[in-house]
């Protein structure tokens, strides 16, 4: 009888180990010590009774038994305490486990509703394209521009839109991303009803759940006008028909100033040798120091193409700092720019023209004279200067 309890502590203890191990999924390395000793003992008693043979028979006995029980109740008591905890997170914490999963939910649908308002407020467009490249998924400022009422496209319909001669490059420039060259700019065709219309589409690789995934911008270009830089500095400034309404209440404020237009003449230039990006940031670097030295008032300074300005001067000093500029031919006009390791001087030609509070020149004549002084100066091959009206 003695020895079926003896067999009964040793299988139950083996049992509880396992269980645990299968429930929680999870190998108890202490248990497992525990589990070893208590095996251990039983071998030697069972098999090499003769190593205990110098011990008292029935003191042995006992503390055998005490130590197989011992052995069960550690493990019993440890399974029974991971089932509390299971049933005191299900009775006591599962309300705060649903508070919690509610906040996280509507944290994630505050997030969600955020990211979809903000694509209404961008000018350009946004494109998703599938991990596979199956398919993309445009905005609404893209499907406008394409003329579809599709917001999913999939890769197939979607070239089919793309310009014959633009579609190798195009598929070149986004199947090549990978974690070194994560990002791309891609100039292309795409066809806008009837005719193609330019785009310039800049992309971005991320990876999620291990799989590859791209997000770009797109943006048409008006190629009848200088498109955008993407710079600050030049895209912020007001055009031409701002100046013509400043111009207007100038005049009827009755003010003196000088209406000064200026061509960046050798941009042209610095475009071929060195590429367009570098010929904006000159022009930006160039137009920062003009706002500094005569333009810190706002509609003060005007882009009228992509290379010629239009400058109001009202302080006398100021024109004054100018025309001593120009007379001497200083770094003031001449400037002399660093762009990463490119180093240019940008030569402009100015052409001002004067206007007085009694002046009978209509707004039209004023920028058109301002513009024939301008040719004159670029024609000079003296002077990168010519003055109407004034000194």
Request: without cysteine; neutral net charge.
């Amino acid at each position: 009888m003695i020895d079926v309890i003896y067999y009964v502590i040793i299988f139950l203890t083996w049992f509880l180990f396992a269980s645990s191990i299968i429930i929680y999924k999870k190998l108890n390395i202490w248990k497992l010590i525990v589990l070893i000793l208590v095996y251990t003992i039983v071998v030697i008693w069972e098999f090499f009774p003769n190593i205990l043979q110098d011990f008292n028979v029935k003191y042995l006995e006992e503390i055998y038994l005490l130590i197989l029980i011992f052995g069960l109740i550690i493990m019993a008591v440890t399974f029974r305490r991971k089932i509390q905890v299971t049933k005191n997170l299900t009775d006591y914490d599962f309300f705060e486990l649903e508070k919690e999963l509610d906040r996280v939910n509507k944290a994630s649908d505050l997030l969600r509703k955020r990211f979809i308002y903000s694509i209404d407020l961008l000018n350009e467009g946004l494109v998703f394209y599938e991990s596979d490249y199956s398919g993309l998924y445009i905005t609404d400022q893209v499907k406008a521009l394409i003329n579809t009422d599709q917001n999913q496209l999939t890769m197939d319909e979607y070239l089919a839109l793309i310009h014959e001669e633009d579609k190798k490059q195009y598929l070149q420039n986004i199947k090549k991303m990978n974690d070194k060259l994560s990002s791309f700019e891609i100039k292309y065709r795409i066809q806008a009803g009837e005719n193609y219309a330019w785009v310039i589409e800049k992309g971005k690789m991320f990876k999620h759940n291990k799989a590859e995934h791209i997000i770009s911008t797109f943006k048409p270009v008006n190629l009848k006008l200088f498109p955008d830089t993407m710079i600050e500095e030049l895209d912020s400034l007001p055009y031409e028909d701002d100046l013509t309404k400043t111009l207007s209440i100038l005049r009827k404020e009755k003010q003196t100033f000088y209406l000064i237009m200026l061509h960046l003449t050798n941009i042209p230039d610095i475009n071929k040798r060195f590429g367009r990006d570098v010929g904006n940031l000159m022009i930006a670097e160039y137009v920062k120091n003009m706002r500094y030295h005569f333009a810190r008032e706002k509609n003060t300074l005007f882009r009228i193409t992509g290379i010629q300005f239009a400058l109001i001067i009202k302080d006398e000093l100021k024109y004054q700092n100018l025309h001593r500029a120009l007379s001497s031919g200083g770094d003031l006009i001449n400037l002399k720019l660093n762009i990463g390791g490119i180093q240019q001087i940008i030569y402009p030609n100015l052409g001002v023209m004067k206007s007085d509070p009694w002046s009978k020149v209509n707004i039209n004549d004023l920028i058109s004279l301002s513009n024939k002084a301008l040719e004159e100066a670029i024609s000079d091959n003296k002077n990168n200067y010519s003055i109407f009206g004034g000194a």
